[in-house]
């Protein structure tokens, strides 16, 4: 069998801090076998291969980023150029949490990049959490500035600017927006995605009269991500509140959506933070109550960003590429036209647009690979890595019989294809319909049984220490001081990634001080 002939594109980013980006590699991409109608062309230049999945997870998740055309590196060492495709699925974020914004009372608007160093600096803990992160600018126009100016690594300090200015009676509250905007935060260890000097997101602000309306909010934030990642990314988060190590600098609370990933290791996907009021007396943001008393805002901010997309390929894909949730994808299903003779190609090619035009009709996502550079089997293993959920085939014998075969992306092989699926419109709309919806269940419940697979209860430290040793995560009851955690945090390489909302009944002791505890915490190294 002959090697899949596809472009070497450029790697990107390797978390070494010798070097950030790797070379590609030439290796062998299998082709399966055809059917008849199809040309197998072998090509006997080696040609870069997807490291598989268990040889080397980070290499894996290198090479799916490169071939499946998402991202490429920068100029500027540390940054990435996001490209369509990669784009796309973060055009479908967008698209969701835009109407849930909405519908939950926000509206988007835009602050600067550019922040006065003062800004930050009011906050104490907020500079502190801040200031190794910061991008500084310090000449404009050829001249030193008289103050430096924060690259924005996030909005609160100049958002209570603004709000300070426009709430002064509580007529005025609640105030509640969002931004999408980029962030630049100067990390020394980068990954496409999940840690680059840039990145975009959405940032929501919002300011309240009561603390239990900022709490409220908090938690309405969080309850519309987990829902986004079942639901859109079919990714089973957990929800939870971090600790007080873990929290953002400057909140009271912050609670999470926590994600494992392929390789065990734990992403934070989502955070929403409860401000109290630390930032509106740091800024001063007041407002008149209904007896005329000055009063200080009560406030909140919450956040996805594009490493929601990184967890996307770390939790579904598997050693053939990319595998994309059928909600998210920007291309559901794939058309594969098949012929062998010249005389073949018309008919096919008439039979295949139909099928699109029926299918595009229907409000289903579809692209129809025309193009005669490639041969089929080529195709059909370039869009399972670019994890396109559907593919259909046709060829002159489905045009004769007015039928297709259909695959599916989450089962390999001959087991995920269907022979002799009708092309008449009743029958295929609703089995297309049919087979994505199942795809975006299989996939969500596969990452559920793979999540609850790898955690374990524990009741000891040591027995902590074990689960961790072994790249699983760590579920046991914690009462645990700071430095203890930070202990934890230095013995294992392990963090307490939340407080689950969904805690067990009864009582409990802590697996570190043995002191009676009320909540369990969970355990796992990170991104």
């Known amino acids: 069998m002959g090697a899949l002939r596809l472009p070497c594109l450029t790697s990107i980013f390797a978390v070494s801090s010798a070097s950030l980006f790797p070379r590609c590699r030439n290796n062998h991409l299998n082709v399966r076998k055809l059917s008849s109608t199809a040309k197998v062309e072998v090509a006997p230049v080696q040609e870069q291969a997807i490291t598989p999945h268990s040889q080397d997870f980070n290499a894996w998740y290198l090479d799916v980023i490169s071939m499946a055309e998402l991202a490429d590196y920068g100029p500027v060492r540390g940054t990435m150029v996001i490209r369509p495709y990669g784009y796309a ?52 126009g050829g001249k030193e500035l008289e103050e430096k ?56 602000h919002t300011a309240h009269a009561t603390s239990e309306e900022a709490e409220r909010e908090a938690m309405q934030m969080i309850d519309v991500y ?51 009021q630390n930032f509106s007396r740091a800024f001063g943001t007041q407002f008149a109550d209904e007896n005329g008393q000055r009063q200080h805002v009560w406030q909140t901010s919450w956040a996805i960003s594009t490493r929601f997309v990184g967890g996307i390929i770390m939790t579904h894909g598997d050693d053939a590429g990319l595998m994309l949730p059928p909600r998210l994808a920007s291309i559901q299903v794939v058309i594969v036209p098949i012929w062998k003779k010249a005389n073949e190609k018309d008919e096919v090619l008439d039979a295949a647009l139909s099928v699109k035009d029926v299918l595009h009709t229907a409000g289903i996502k579809v692209k129809l690979d025309d193009s005669d550079q490639r041969t089929p089997g080529w195709k059909f293993n370039f869009w399972e890595m670019k994890g396109v959920p559907l593919r259909i085939e046709i060829g002159p014998h489905d045009v004769s019989s007015r039928s ?60 902590l220490k074990e689960v961790i040793s072994q790249a699983k995560w760590a579920r046991g009851p914690w009462v645990g001081s700071d430095e203890d955690e930070l202990k934890v945090k230095e013995e294992t390489g392990a963090t307490i990634r939340c407080f689950p909302f969904d805690q067990p009944q009864g009582p409990k002791t802590c697996l570190m001080t043995g002191s009676p505890a009320e909540e369990v915490a969970i355990f796992a190294k990170s991104y």
Do not use: C
């Not at 200015?165 to 969002?178: A, E, F, K, V």
């Open 404 to 463: 297709v075969v259909i695959s599916r992306r989450d089962i390999p092989g001959k087991p995920g294809k269907v022979f002799g699926i009708s092309m008449e419109d009743p029958v295929l709309v609703p089995y297309v319909k049919e087979k994505l919806n199942e795809i975006q269940s299989s996939l969500l419940d596969k990452a559920i049984a793979f999540r609850d697979s790898n955690i374990v209860d524990v009741s000891s430290y040591d027995e």
């Open 89 to 140: 699925i973060w055009e479908a974020i967008q698209d969701y949490l835009n109407i849930k914004f909405k519908e939950t009372g926000h509206s988007n608007m835009y602050f600067p990049q550019f922040i006065p160093y003062s800004f930050i600096e009011k906050e104490a803990s907020h500079v502190e959490g801040f200031s190794p992160e910061l991008a500084l600018v310090t000449v404009g």
């Open 226 to 276: 987990t829902k986004f990642a079942y639901e859109q990314a079919a990714i089973p988060v957990i929800p939870g509140r971090k600790s007080r190590v873990e929290t953002f600098a400057g909140a009271d609370r912050t609670y999470t959506i926590e994600a494992m990933m392929g390789d065990r290791k734990a992403l934070q996907a989502g955070t929403s933070h409860n401000l109290g």
């Open 149 to 204: 100016l924060v690259v924005r690594p996030t909005s609160e300090t100049i958002v209570n600017h603004m709000f300070t200015q426009w709430i002064q009676s509580y007529r005025d509250l609640p105030l509640m927006i969002n931004q999408w905007a980029n962030v630049t935060r100067w990390e020394m260890r980068t990954k496409p995605f999940i840690r680059t000097l840039e990145f975009l997101w959405q940032e929501g």
